[in-house]
């Protein structure tokens, strides 16, 4: 049973950081792309960043800059760093995972405030 489990939302004020990290099981995770989503309500889930399974990665414009995106295959695990948050990055963020099929997390929350 593939398991997708995201964690490390939370509070912050703007200017601050915080990491997300998501841990996958059930699955040979080496092989698949990994990717960071984010949705608001009432509007589309974006992609955020993504590095697949050779290392390469991809950022919307709106965090480039900011945001970092890691993967340790030995630990099953994608890393999103952000930094220099801002309260439009408020949302649920989501893990993806992407090998002839997706599989998702559940979300964890992040909130930019003071």
């Known amino acids: 049973q593939v398991q997708v489990v995201e964690s490390g939302g939370g509070l912050v004020q703007p200017g601050g950081s915080l990491r997300l990290s998501c841990a996958a099981s059930?699955?040979?995770?080496?092989?698949?792309?990994t990717a960071w989503y984010r949705q608001v309500p009432g509007k589309e889930r974006e992609l955020v960043a993504a590095?697949?399974?050779?290392?390469?990665?991809n950022f919307a414009d709106s965090v480039k800059g900011r945001f970092t995106i890691s993967r340790d295959n030995a630990k099953n695990t994608v890393h999103l760093q952000m930094n220099s948050l801002k309260p439009e990055d408020t949302a649920v963020y989501y893990c993806n995972l992407r090998f002839r099929t997706d599989f998702w997390g559940q979300g964890t929350q992040v909130t930019v405030s003071s």
């Open positions: 059930g699955i040979i995770f080496s092989a698949y792309a």
């Open positions: 590095i697949t399974s050779g290392g390469s990665t």
